[in-house]
């Protein structure tokens, strides 16, 4: 373990402390209020990514945060990915 650099997430929650919302807040954020189906679908999806503590952070389920900036963005770019293979 020695040597390794690990991900300072709490450094990122309190430099970026904007960034970090609760799911309710993402929710309304990505406005996804009308279609949770796919909100869902999206937060798999990122959990399952080697990198996913980037995006979400908390050591329980009820303490989680999530980085609206990041999960934005990577939503963006996977919805203009399905726009350009149509």
Do not use: C, H
Request: hydrophobic letters at 25%.
């Amino acid at each position: 373990m020695e040597g390794e650099n690990f991900y300072n997430a709490y450094k990122d929650l309190i430099e970026n402390r904007e960034d970090w919302i609760n799911k309710d807040e993402l929710i309304k954020f990505l406005q996804y209020e009308t279609n949770p189906n796919k909100y869902k679908k999206y937060i798999k999806e990122i959990k399952q990514l080697e990198n996913s503590y980037l995006y979400i952070q908390g050591t329980a389920r009820t303490n989680q945060r999530f980085n609206k900036v990041r999960i934005y963005n990577y939503i963006n770019s996977k919805e203009r990915e399905m726009e350009r293979v149509s």
